[in-house]
């Protein structure tokens, strides 16, 4: 990845971009990429000038918690901007103008699975904070999504089924536990998601044992209920790149 017309240059194989929009343009890029073959990043969040980079993983499958500050305009290297509490792997994250969100995912090291939500101020070094827990513990989370209030997660490997069909939805800018939203209509993990502030779009991923499938479902990010039908991929996605401005979003597999 060369993100040249920004100045910061990244160099790397991209191993599943996830992708997160709000309003006021903010992004939140999610993905997992490796770094001069050293390290995994497991979350990347871009908003206006600056990234942080959130855990990952180093040689030898450790862990680890940090979280890395670049300023896009200017050339240097990161400065840490603090860790998150527990060192999660495949997590997902969603946020608005003003704090990320990272969830659930694998406790270090692989040993179980965590229901843990943290968040982030973008404004404020320090390291992330304690928000709440999902309703499952889960792993296997490909990106949420999210519109200028709510922020969703969708199904993701739990200890019951090993593969989930739940929707979650936290408010951002409080604290607490996640409140069930609904229920997809397939049971999925790595199923990537676009939002547009009103819908959310989660497309595709693996249904277990390694059955991918290419179904779209939507919800109205405003209103719980279950997923419904949007229509299908042309090809088979398992934790695809996305990308979406108000009006279309794209999905590379």
């Known amino acids: 990845l060369n993100l040249e017309s920004t100045q910061l240059q990244i160099k790397t194989e991209v191993q599943g971009l996830r992708y997160v929009v709000s309003q006021h343009s903010v992004e939140s ?19 206006e000038e600056e990234v942080l980079f959130i855990c990952g993983t180093q040689p030898g499958n450790t862990t680890i918690n940090t979280i890395n500050l670049v300023q896009v305009s200017t050339l240097g290297n990161a400065t840490d901007f603090g860790d998150l509490s527990d060192r999660p792997t495949q997590p997902t994250a969603f946020g608005d103008s003003t704090r990320a969100c990272v969830a659930g995912g694998n406790a270090s090291p692989y040993a179980s699975l965590i229901s843990k939500i943290e968040y982030i101020t973008f404004s404020s070094s320090g390291g992330a904070n304690d928000f709440g827990e999902l309703t499952e513990a889960c792993r296997a989370l490909s990106n949420g999504c999210s519109d200028a209030t709510r922020g969703l997660r969708f199904g993701g490997v739990n200890s019951a089924t090993a593969f989930g069909n739940r929707i979650d939805f936290v408010t951002i800018q409080t604290t607490g536990d996640a409140t069930e939203f609904g229920n997809l209509l397939l049971g999925r993990y790595g199923n990537p998601a676009v939002s547009n502030n009103v819908r959310g779009i989660q497309m595709a991923g693996n249904t277990g044992n390694n059955a991918t499938n290419i179904n779209i479902e939507f919800v109205n990010i405003q209103s719980k209920g279950d997923g419904q039908d949007f229509g299908q991929m042309i090809s088979i996605v398992d934790d695809g790149g996305t990308c979406c401005d108000k009006t279309r979003g794209v999905c590379a597999t």
């Open 29 to 47: 890029l999610v993905f997992r990429y490796q770094v001069d073959h050293q390290i995994f990043v497991d979350k990347m969040v871009v908003v």
